[in-house]
């Protein structure tokens, strides 16, 4: 009985494993609806560190940018989370600071934008693009003056978003 049993479920499965091909007399033609769906989305790259000894500036870069239609990819500085006063970024040093002046520009061409005339928007990414279509380049300049020796530090903060353009 127990053979019966497994010969006839082996069948079973045997036979739903097949594909079924429905032919139909005297059809001259058939189609098929094929769709792919592309997820937006992106991957943003920022550098973690900059020292600023070795290059007063920081470009941002974009790879795998997919966005919907007449949509951008913003990457904006976070002015609720860095350091600001009167509109210029500080490095600290325990109570020492030195004021930083903040500008935006492109890879491309030596243009350089006070970042609060950007709207504090620092790079620009269209769908397919790896660097961005505006701006994209922070620099980052200490004030002159006499400071106190020692290491100075702050963080930068920002904000990465989709958007339609303008």
Not at 15 to 44: D, I, K, P, R, W
Not at 121 to 141: K, M
Request: hydrophobic letters at 35%; one cysteine or more.
């Amino acid at each position: 009985m127990k053979k019966l049993l497994c010969t006839l479920l082996s069948i079973v499965v045997l036979v739903s494993c097949m594909t079924a091909h429905v032919l139909a007399a005297n059809e001259t033609e058939a189609s098929t609806s094929v769709q792919y769906t592309v997820e937006s989305g992106y991957t943003v790259s920022i550098p973690a560190t900059l020292s600023l000894n070795n290059t007063g500036y920081m470009d941002i870069y974009a790879s795998n940018v997919s966005l919907d239609q007449n949509k951008k990819l913003y990457v904006k500085i976070d002015k609720s989370k860095t350091s600001f006063t009167y509109d210029q970024f500080y490095l600290m040093n325990g109570s020492n600071y030195i004021p930083c002046d903040l500008k935006v520009g492109s890879p491309l061409n030596d243009e350089k934008i006070p970042y609060y005339d950007t709207d504090y928007v620092v790079a620009i990414f269209e769908t397919g693009y790896t660097e961005p279509t505006q701006y994209g380049r922070l620099y980052i300049t200490p004030s002159n003056g006499a400071y106190e020796a020692g290491t100075y530090s702050g963080t930068i903060y920002f904000e990465i978003y989709s958007g339609y353009s303008a």
